[in-house]
């Protein structure tokens, strides 16, 4: 297959995922959305941008091959125009190339890469564009970020050629997508006092304040005299501490983001691959015991369904402690991900 299978292949749908700053996002939107429309209405392509105050957002551009690299190739000559524009006033000898990231599965960066790194050294030199796989994986995902920096007709031509393989190998696995998360205010506490930091100023935070109050007048240490019991205490010491911590921590975020972590209780429920439930489970059930201690949430797993390749996970409990049951629970997928990965 090459990249001519890619341009002339209408009944090939493929979905492309760009990692962007917000500012080069905002750029792609435009003034009350109108740039983003205009792209939709002229290649045809469905355009869909992650919402969410983050400094990085995901542009996922999916539909036929011919409309999906019209909508590309408009992206590019918007991330362009930007660049001739800051340049305007600017004493740089040379205009900076065009720089970009797609998001794609670790299970495929093997083929793109080649044995030797030959595979990836024939697109750079067949496209004359710069490429750079990542080695780790993004954050509580399986993907890699590829950057690609060169000339328009450069990326464009290097993206097709990156597409082909990715056709031509399947992703392994199971895939846990990257979803940048929100950018939050770094929070020091001082003299018993809860500040966020904005730019030079410390902002005070009452509400964090007592929160961190509350969760110091928790004793995490068992009462010992001496050193009798200490070490067949150590292990379970070492779990209370991390449970106080890790749900000071969950409260301080949702505390940051406006959510009241002391709220009616809720539910909320995940699907998960019957091949996968195994690692939330743990042997004897010890991992999923220990996510409910930590996150001080109920979990109930479903039992199996004739039929279904997923099981039903509900998770019951207050804001903070669904949260971080949920954060925990897709923790060990990643894990078990990255290893299936690496098989």
Known sequence: ????????????????????????VGSII?????????????????INISEGNCPERIITLAGPTTAIFRAFSMIIDKLE???????????????PPVTLRIVVPA?????????????????????????QVAGDMLPNSTERAITIAGT???????VKQICVVMLESPPKGVTIPYRPKPSGSPVIFAGGQAYTV????????????????????????????????FTGMRHKTQLRL?????????????????????AQTGSHEMTIPNDLIGCIIGRQGAKINEIRQMSGAQIKIANPVDGSTDRQVTITGSPASISLAEYLINARLSSEATGLASN
Not at 30 to 46: I, L, N, P, Q, Y
Not at 109 to 131: D, M, P
């Open 30 to 46: 435009g003034k009350k959305g109108e740039s983003v429309k205009k792209m939709r209405e002229e290649s045809g392509a469905r």
């Open 152 to 158: 328009p007709q450069s990326i464009i031509e290097c």
């Open 81 to 95: 125009e930007d660049i001739s524009s800051s340049m305007t006033n600017s004493t740089a000898a040379g205009k």
């Open 198 to 229: 904005q730019g030079q100023h410390a902002i005070p935070q009452p509400d964090l304040t007592k929160l961190h109050q509350l969760a110091m007048q928790q004793s995490p240490f068992p009462i010992a005299h001496g050193n009798q019991g």
């Open 1 to 24: 297959m090459d990249s001519g299978v890619i341009e002339g292949g209408l009944n090939v749908t493929l979905t492309i995922r760009l990692l962007m700053h917000g500012k080069e």
């Open 107 to 131: 299970s495929q960066c093997g083929s793109l890469i080649g044995k030797g790194g030959c595979k990836i050294k024939e697109i750079r030199e067949s496209t004359g564009a710069q490429v």
């Open 242 to 262: 991390s449970c106080v911590v890790q749900r000071w921590f969950m409260c301080c975020f949702l505390a940051l983001l406006g959510i009241d972590a002391s």
